[in-house]
């Protein structure tokens, strides 16, 4: 038996997951158990056309593979790569000792290639924590390093990270990702008169509170409410790292690149028409 350390995610929150693959006598089949969902399910197939696109086939015996803990649903293409390296070092094609030094996580393409998934920034600061490294896709490599002082692989493929296990080929690791050039965004300089409102903004601003702007349509609610994040400092490092792992579990960290400025976002309610 092979044992493959993954996570599922609660939010932000990266959970652990024990891939267990088993290969044992009987009828050729492929099983996952341990509350997998559909595209869990369907990785059996993905996996299956990556090793044959690498030459490679499935051992004609029985694969179950148990994702523990067993009453934890598990979501998401993001368990395709610790699935098939669970089979690999199952049927002694990897050595079994490297692979307990990571997590892994990524989804493959039917040619074996790794495509990205979401959350890979939290799961590196989870196997960071547990003394791990972590196994990504190439493009999200440099999303991954800004976790600290972790060993990352991020291969572009199955076949080159086999390689780099069997020692026929080395991976380079990834650099942290920059900081997003997003601007400040406009500030109070242009806003003329509405000197209570402006002073409302500025004591929300200096002192972390909320505010409700409230007024008929053109007053300038919403003028106001956009100068806001342009009075605020930059991210601290602890905050500007949550906001990062927030938008890589929603797929929005784009190339690696972390955020200093806090964002603004609007939207219309519309009124109710009075019965």
Known sequence: MAQVATFAFSGIDAIPVEVQVQLSTGAPNFLIVGLADKAVAEARERVRAAFHAMGLSLPPRRILI??????????GSHFDLPLALGVLAAMDLIPRDLLAEYAALGELSLDGSLNKVAGVLPAAIAASSRDLG?????????EAAWAGPINILAPPDLKTLIGHFKGT???TPPIAGAIADIGRGPDLRDVKG?????????VAAAGSHNIL?????????????????GLLPDLE?????????????????ENGCLVMR???ASRTIPRRKPH
Not at 66 to 75: F, I, R, S, T, W
């Open 213 to 229: 702007l409230i007024g008929p349509p053109g007053s300038g609610k919403s003028m106001l409410a956009a100068r806001l994040p």
């Open 262 to 264: 806090p964002r603004f």
């Open 169 to 171: 080929l080395v991976l």
């Open 237 to 253: 490092a602890r905050a500007a790292l949550e906001v990062g792992m927030i938008h890589s579990v929603a797929g929005l960290l």
């Open 194 to 202: 509405m000197e209570t409102a402006r002073r409302a903004i500025e």
């Open 66 to 75: 148990n994702l523990k803990p067993a009453d934890l649903v598990k979501e």
């Open 134 to 142: 972590l196994i990504c896709p190439e493009a999200q490599g440099s």
